[in-house]
């Protein structure tokens, strides 16, 4: 059992090296992507983008439930090395996403568009093109449902390398999309939108081709039906749903809010905060891609002590990562905007702070999540930590309609999602004995220590020196020597301090031979 532990945690670092190496890659395109099609577009058509393409988000809820059902039952049945169920699991999952998604382009052909034109403020010059873009994101919605347990079945497999190759290609064609924004002689806003489409359709075309040929339960049976597994896997969906429905709310929903509050320019501004703020939680994300697959297939090995671990490391390590990169951009917000952007739209660089510090938080509760999504049985889970969740959305409006800032939706993101920490901890105790002492001791106080002596030169440095190039570049080394030290000395146990020692030796060794 202790040398599939070690060769599992070798399988996690493996993966999460290669899941690395596509985020840097797959960031400095993105990035770059960014800043051409915001240049090209304009602010107020990046606005009516991201607020437009909020709208189709919004009937995620539907999807995005299913979605981590399929992920689920894909791994759960890989830990079980059930081939069979693998199969039925598979081919029922696109029968499930065809028929859901077809549900979902009748709703937002019907309630999305009456939406749009009668709720939304885009300029009336723009609403065409609005419409374009909506269309459009609802045929990529629809191409990406569809490929989920593809997507689901590489990630199930631990085929990261893969995975990584498939996103920097997808990024790449992006990137030759904002190109042809420029040289289009048609509108730009409407070119874009119908790329993007183009792009889905290249992907989707190559995730099947890969999948077919490699795994064997992605032979699509259109007829496979199992009623059991039918009603676990609905059943799962339906109260992921409730969980979903939050998420969805408190982001998309929120989108729309400022839209109708305060206009497309704080929709770009908000926009612009995301996407920096994707690109840390890519690396974030990363990790958790690698180690996800584990803690399901642990849990359904029935090796707790081996689970319990996963949760506390993962919890710990993914808050350090993110700490890494949140800590600097903190600081130097506005001047990495201004060398990204020509044109940056206004208070970008405050909601970029405040979305970093959302993001640490929805972060550190995600390896709870993921042991409580593989022990299935989540309906009161979901019921609490959607009633709670959902607050952010009407006390939001209720804020904004009382005529307060437009940041207010951030702090009470933050307020409310630290709360659902503490939830996913207590259902973590009830539902497979995790103990909440264990979380507080090995997460919370190394977690809060690093954070407070990670800051300490930082701090003093933006103190001592005004802002602009030369503090970055000084800033940025600064914080990364202050956030790993900090993290060895107070945030590692001594087992993981001797296993990072020896991996430091070993490839010192190597480099030398």
């Given at each position: 059992?202790?040398?599939?532990?070690?060769?599992?945690?070798?399988?996690?670092?493996?993966?999460?090296?290669?899941?690395?190496?596509?985020?840097?890659?797959?960031?400095?395109?993105?990035?770059?992507?960014?800043?051409?099609?915001?240049?090209?577009?304009?602010?107020?058509?990046?606005?009516?983008?991201?607020?437009?393409?909020?709208?189709?988000?919004?009937?995620?809820?539907?999807?995005?439930?299913?979605?981590?059902?399929?992920?689920?039952?894909?791994?759960?049945?890989?830990?079980?090395?059930?081939?069979?169920?693998?199969?039925?699991?598979?081919?029922?999952?696109?029968?499930?996403?065809?028929?859901?998604?077809?549900?979902?382009?009748?709703?937002?052909?019907?309630?999305?568009?009456?939406?749009?034109?009668?709720?939304?403020?885009?300029?009336?010059?723009?609403?065409?093109?609005?419409?374009?873009?909506?269309?459009?994101?609802?045929?990529?919605?629809?191409?990406?449902?569809?490929?989920?347990?593809?997507?689901?079945?590489?990630?199930?497999?631990?085929?990261?390398?893969?995975?990584?190759?498939?996103?920097?290609?997808?990024?790449?064609?992006?990137?030759?999309?904002?190109?042809?924004?420029?040289?289009?002689?048609?509108?730009?806003?409407?070119?874009?939108?119908?790329?993007?489409?183009?792009?889905?359709?290249?992907?989707?075309?190559?995730?099947?081709?890969?999948?077919?040929?490699?795994?064997?339960?992605?032979?699509?049976?259109?007829?496979?039906?199992?009623?059991?597994?039918?009603?676990?896997?609905?059943?799962?969906?339906?109260?992921?749903?409730?969980?979903?429905?939050?998420?969805?709310?408190?982001?998309?929903?929120?989108?729309?809010?400022?839209?109708?509050?305060?206009?497309?320019?704080?929709?770009?501004?908000?926009?612009?905060?995301?996407?920096?703020?994707?690109?840390?939680?890519?690396?974030?994300?990363?990790?958790?891609?690698?180690?996800?697959?584990?803690?399901?297939?642990?849990?359904?090995?029935?090796?707790?002590?081996?689970?319990?671990?996963?949760?506390?490391?993962?919890?710990?390590?993914?808050?350090?990562?993110?700490?890494?990169?949140?800590?600097?951009?903190?600081?130097?917000?506005?001047?990495?905007?201004?060398?990204?952007?020509?044109?940056?739209?206004?208070?970008?660089?405050?909601?970029?702070?405040?979305?970093?510090?959302?993001?640490?938080?929805?972060?550190?509760?995600?390896?709870?999540?993921?042991?409580?999504?593989?022990?299935?049985?989540i309906k009161r889970y979901e019921i609490v930590v959607t009633i709670i969740g959902c607050l952010v959305f009407p006390s939001t409006y209720v804020a904004y309609k009382l005529g307060a800032s437009i940041l207010s939706t951030y702090f009470i993101y933050m307020a409310v999602y630290t709360l659902i920490i503490w939830i996913k901890v207590e259902f973590s105790k009830r539902l497979f004995g995790f103990p909440p002492r264990l979380f507080l001791s090995k997460v919370v106080i190394p977690a809060a220590s690093v954070t407070l002596l990670s800051l300490v030169l930082p701090l003093c440095l933006a103190l001592f020196m005004p802002e602009g190039v030369m503090r970055l570049f000084i800033m940025v080394p600064m914080t990364f020597f202050?956030?790993?030290?900090?993290?060895?000395?107070?945030?590692?146990?001594?087992?993981?301090?001797?296993?990072?020692?020896?991996?430091?030796?070993?490839?010192?060794?190597?480099?030398?031979?």
């Amino acid at each position: 059992m202790v040398e599939k532990h070690i060769e599992n945690t070798k399988r996690v670092a493996r993966n999460t090296a290669l899941l690395y190496l596509r985020t840097i890659v797959m960031m400095l395109i993105s990035l770059f992507t960014s800043r051409i099609v915001l240049e090209a577009l304009g602010v107020d058509n990046y606005g009516i983008n991201n607020v437009v393409g909020g709208v189709v988000g919004m009937f995620s809820i539907i999807s995005g439930s299913l979605s981590g059902s399929i992920s689920r039952f894909l791994t759960y049945a890989l830990g079980e090395e059930n081939k069979e169920k693998l199969r039925k699991v598979f081919s029922m999952s696109i029968n499930i996403q065809i028929f859901i998604g077809i549900i979902i382009l009748i709703l937002a052909e019907s309630c999305g568009i009456w939406f749009i034109n009668q709720k939304l403020n885009i300029p009336s010059d723009r609403l065409i093109a609005a419409h374009w873009v909506f269309q459009c994101s609802l045929i990529s919605f629809f191409i990406a449902l569809i490929n989920i347990p593809y997507n689901a079945c590489l990630i199930a497999h631990e085929r990261m390398n893969v995975f990584a190759y498939m996103t920097i290609l997808d990024v790449s064609l992006k990137l030759l999309t904002a190109y042809a924004i420029f040289i289009s002689p048609f509108d730009k806003l409407i070119t874009f939108a119908v790329l993007n489409v183009f792009v889905g359709i290249i992907m989707r075309i190559i995730y099947g081709i890969y999948c077919v040929r490699n795994f064997e339960e992605c032979h699509y049976e259109r007829t496979t039906f199992d009623k059991k597994l039918a009603k676990e896997m609905t059943g799962f969906a339906w109260w992921g749903f409730f969980g979903n429905t939050a998420w969805i709310f408190n982001t998309q929903g929120v989108n729309i809010l400022i839209n109708m509050f305060f206009g497309v320019i704080y929709n770009a501004a908000r926009g612009v905060a995301a996407q920096i703020e994707g690109a840390v939680m890519g690396f974030v994300g990363n990790f958790m891609t690698a180690l996800n697959p584990q803690i399901t297939k642990s849990y359904a090995a029935g090796d707790k002590e081996y689970l319990f671990s996963l949760i506390c490391r993962g919890t710990k390590f993914a808050y350090f990562l993110t700490l890494l990169f949140a800590i600097p951009l903190w600081f130097e917000a506005q001047t990495v905007l201004s060398i990204w952007l020509v044109e940056v739209p206004e208070d970008s660089a405050v909601f970029l702070k405040l979305s970093l510090i959302c993001s640490i938080i929805t972060t550190t509760g995600t390896p709870l999540l993921t042991a409580i999504m593989a022990n299935g049985n989540i309906k009161r889970y979901e019921i609490v930590v959607t009633i709670i969740g959902c607050l952010v959305f009407p006390s939001t409006y209720v804020a904004y309609k009382l005529g307060a800032s437009i940041l207010s939706t951030y702090f009470i993101y933050m307020a409310v999602y630290t709360l659902i920490i503490w939830i996913k901890v207590e259902f973590s105790k009830r539902l497979f004995g995790f103990p909440p002492r264990l979380f507080l001791s090995k997460v919370v106080i190394p977690a809060a220590s690093v954070t407070l002596l990670s800051l300490v030169l930082p701090l003093c440095l933006a103190l001592f020196m005004p802002e602009g190039v030369m503090r970055l570049f000084i800033m940025v080394p600064m914080t990364f020597f202050s956030t790993t030290a900090s993290t060895y000395i107070i945030g590692l146990t001594k087992g993981e301090k001797i296993y990072i020692t020896n991996k430091l030796q070993s490839k010192l060794r190597f480099a030398r031979v």
